[in-house]
């Protein structure tokens, strides 16, 4: 996977950019590949989403290396106002999940602060033509004109790809939205605000359970607050939460209705060494992934990844950092807000490696099997078409080689913060602010 | 002290994002208000501390205070032990050039500072209990009159209809101007490092040491988070 003496490496495959001039609005804010890896949904935090679609790769198109193109671009929230709090709902896409396909059509989840709605995307490539109350401008005939019956004929027609929304999932939540996740029955799906983490079913829109609810009676004791949820990829009972303490809490929907109190309670003991006066800002969890095989689960703080074993409780089973040398400098990032930052994690289809991002528009991948790792860079600058990503290098202290950039010379503005990874090949999906990259790993 | 206004300028500077992340667009965040009040505490923690070692260090021996003969002697003994390893680290993980040195030297002090703070705040906050009640900066220990204003406002926000049924009422816009009147009256208290009022040290702290309950800022800041 990771560059060996096999000329193996990735190649950029697809560069994508949201707009000329980078507004707030192009910023992308979400990156899920569906289950087939075919499509690559996107959305960005001014409530667009955009649907890549892999093209396919056959002989009579040979230049086409199975790239990524544009197959569907549509608005799916927009800003609302809640005039009781006098407070504006952001229209930025937190999440976007794929539900797995049934028939032709694709459907999706979206969601931002306060409101998920379902969307079906759906191809039409053939017109009705020849009708009898209508001609083909559209104009309504004159009834007294007709004086023959047609039957309308269907023609083909230019590709189109059309976006409707089919459920809207709305009112349920007080705080702002952090997950969604479609459960393995594919019929339910939860949605988790900072306290309260809602059941829903995708037929049912005015109704929803609530199924953990960590609000204490007294607000001025709250001390933790939901960050990610998701359920299990196999048995759709389970499902876990993270908080911004760093714990993780494994559910069982069996046990009972209210699922307040955990199966299962993952937490690492702090290591008393490295206590700073932001440890406990960092070790907040950003995201949290179960693995394909779901006997394990990744979580990300925001210094390192972990991998847990479901059934170990008391400490990971992996630990993996990310930018250590990022841990002197918490104050600067305190100050610009970075420390702040929702980095996201992924793991690849055989669960043998995992992916997450981070500033300067560095990426970094952890090989499981091997244990090596590796830092990429996702910029236009470094990605020629047919070169494969050269390996970056932090460099942390003392003097500086050639190649390597010093933590100093480091852009906080450019992070990447949303990666998603094919689910059967190597082919990865990277967004850097308002660009995204989809990388290929191939042999030359 | 560095560590004094190190702490001092992150509660202000906490207190500043605190303020500003209310007029950002989708209202008040309630993880970044609780992580903001976080380092706020500690940086609280912090400041006290350092502020009671700069005390005890000008006037070692006032017979007004309360001395606690055990914590005196291990604490003077602690702080210097407890620093010698972080001090003593090699500063290769941190990655600076030297013409950045000034500007990361007061964050590392801190920090560093911190890490054996650690220490001497747990001990430190037993001190405080005694020692505040002798007038220490009284814009740190919370007045009477902000203990009523907090009473009110606590019974306001308890009496909240559950939130599963409806949205939260519109109360919420009171709490902000009490905010404003808290953070002025803090920042002074911060800035004249003087007594203005007498200062009553609310029993329930002795009991626990843990830097709850009556602390204007944090709780209002933390009642703020309410306004949802």
Partial sequence: MFSGPRQRGLRLLTHAEWCGVPSEADIISTVEFNYSGDLLATGDKGGRVVIFQREQESKSRPHSRGEYNVYSTFQSHEPEFDYLKSLEIEEKINKIRWLPQQNAAHFLLSTNDKTIKLWKISERDKRAEGYNLKDEDGRLRDPFRITALRVPILKPMDLMVEASPRRIFANAHTYHINSISVNSDHETYLSADDLRINLWHLEITDRSFNIVDIKPANMEELTEVITAAEFHPHQCNVFVYSSSKGTIRLCDMRSSALCDRHSKFFEEPEDPSSRSFFSEIISSISDVKFSHSGRYMMTRDYLSVKVWDLNMESRPVETHQVHEYLRSKLCSLYENDCIFDKFECCWNGSDSAIMTGSYNNFFRMFDRNTRRDVTLEASRENSKPRASLKPRKVCTGGKRKKDEISVDSLDFNKKILHTAWHPMENIIAVAATNNLYIFQDKIN | ?228
Avoid at chain 2, 52 to 78: G, I, K, Y
Avoid at chain 2, 214 to 224: G, H, I, W
């Fill in chain 2, 1 to 228: 002290m560095e560590v004094q206004k190190e702490a001092q300028r992150i509660m202000t500077l906490s207190v500043w994002k605190m303020y500003h992340s209310r007029m950002q667009r989708g209202g008040l965040r309630l993880h970044r208000s609780l992580q903001l009040s976080l380092v706020m505490r500690s940086a609280r923690e912090l400041y006290l501390s350092a502020k009671v070692e700069a005390l005890d260090l000008e006037t070692p021996s006032t017979p007004t205070r309360c001395p606690d003969p055990r914590l005196h002697p291990p604490r003077e003994a602690e702080v210097p032990a407890a620093c010698v390893p972080p001090d003593g680290e090699p500063l290769s993980p941190e990655p600076m050039d030297t013409q950045e040195d000034e500007e990361e030297a007061s964050p590392r002090a801190a920090e560093t500072l911190a890490r054996c703070s650690a220490h001497p705040a747990r001990v430190g906050r037993k001190r405080r209990s005694s020692s505040l009640s002798n007038g220490v900066d009284a814009g740190l220990v919370p007045s009477k009159k902000a203990r009523l204003e907090e009473k009110e406002e606590a019974e306001d926000a308890s009496s909240e209809v559950p939130d599963r049924l409806l949205p939260p009422p519109a109360q919420a816009e009171g709490a902000f101007p009490n905010l404003a009147r808290v953070l002025q009256r803090s920042f002074s208290g911060l800035l004249n490092r003087g007594p203005t009022a007498p200062p009553t040290a609310p029993p329930a702290r002795d009991a626990k040491p843990v830097c709850r309950p009556a602390d204007p800022v944090l709780s209002v800041l933390v009642r703020a988070v309410v306004a949802f």
